[in-house]
């Protein structure tokens, strides 16, 4: 089985299969941060890398004799979500796709929702907007059109440099989660942080923000996930892949011959 991966569910789930007799789980990564995790599988079931499109991904299929897809790719990367059902389709094998469950805002908390980063900065840049000091999370990527946000303190948080020079009015912390609620509230509130920016990435590990935003009074604007294939499976545990692949696995029941 072939996992797209680059979460940590998608660790689990590899050293979960991994775990089990009948199943060789490869897992499959491609970089958006300098030194990620890898689950402890051995070397061979490890790789790094994109494939060269989805036809590359079919032949790659076709070549190793995979035999399905879980698709467990982070909900914010889209492309490689509909090259992996793309290339399933071509190798005709199944294919899954795991998903965390979104993030929904708490009762009395509504967000301000977008649908991409240029709609966050625009939110920002309104001027009914009531943002001074914004901490940023939701990645490295289009960080340049946050220098229109002329009266705003920017403070952007992730795991590694962006590639582009952060723009005049942006402060990066270098830090990599999971933060607990202790942690995040401690860094809004020395930050005195009025607005929180961030992505749905969904799960409870990067939820913590959201619940210190919300008792710090904070206002977030969340950017919402993209479209992605519809997938025929669609899983949302650690558990529900595991059960996925084992019926990948069982044996067909041999009917008695009728008399
Ligand atoms: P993307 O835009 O959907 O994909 C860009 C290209 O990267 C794909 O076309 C594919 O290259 C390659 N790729 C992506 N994931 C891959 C994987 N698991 N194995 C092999 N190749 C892969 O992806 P992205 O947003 O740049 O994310 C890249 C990786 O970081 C993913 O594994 C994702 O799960 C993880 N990640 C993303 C985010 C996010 O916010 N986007 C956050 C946390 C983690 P080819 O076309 O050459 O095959």
């Known amino acids: 089985m072939l996992i797209l991966g680059g979460t940590a569910e998608a660790r689990e789930i590899a050293e979960l299969l991994a775990s089990q007799p009948y199943l060789r789980p490869v897992y499959s990564l491609a970089g958006r941060t300098s030194s990620p995790r890898l689950p402890k599988l051995p070397p061979d079931q490890l790789r790094r890398g994109g494939f060269g499109g989805a036809q590359a991904l079919a032949s790659y299929l076709i070549n190793h004799r995979v035999a399905a897809v879980l698709d467990a790719t982070h909900p ?18 199944p294919i899954a796709r795991f998903a965390r469950p979104a993030w929904t805002p708490a009762p009395g908390h509504p967000w ?7 709609g966050a900065i625009d939110a920002l840049c309104a001027s009914d907007a009531r943002a001074a000091r914004v901490l940023l999370t939701h990645g490295t990527k289009q960080i340049d ?8 303190r920017l403070w952007l ?6 590639v582009s020079a952060l723009p ?3 402060q ?3 830090d990599r989660g999971p933060f607990d609620l202790e942690a995040e509230t401690r860094l809004m509130r020395d930050l005195a942080i009025d607005t929180l920016v961030t992505k749905n990435s969904g799960g409870d590990r990067g939820a913590t923000k959201l619940r210190a935003a919300n008792a710090l009074g904070v206002q977030v604007i969340m950017v919402e996930r993209p479209s992605l294939p519809a997938p ?3 899983i949302d545990s650690v558990q529900s892949a595991l059960a996925w692949a084992l019926s990948l696995t069982a044996k067909p029941t041999v009917q008695p011959p009728v008399a």
């Not at 301000?112 to 240029?118: H, K, Q």
């Not at 059109?145 to 705003?152: I, K």
């Open 112 to 118: 301000l929702c977008v649908a991409d980063v240029d």
């Open 157 to 162: 948080r992730a795991v590694d440099r962006p």
């Open 232 to 234: 025929s499976i669609q």
């Open 76 to 93: 914010f990367a889209a492309q490689i979500s509909f090259h992996a059902a793309s290339a399933a389709a071509q190798a005709n094998i």
């Open 168 to 170: 005049p009015n942006m």
């Open 172 to 174: 990066l912390i270098l």
């Open 145 to 152: 059109g946050f220098a229109r946000c002329r009266g705003q």
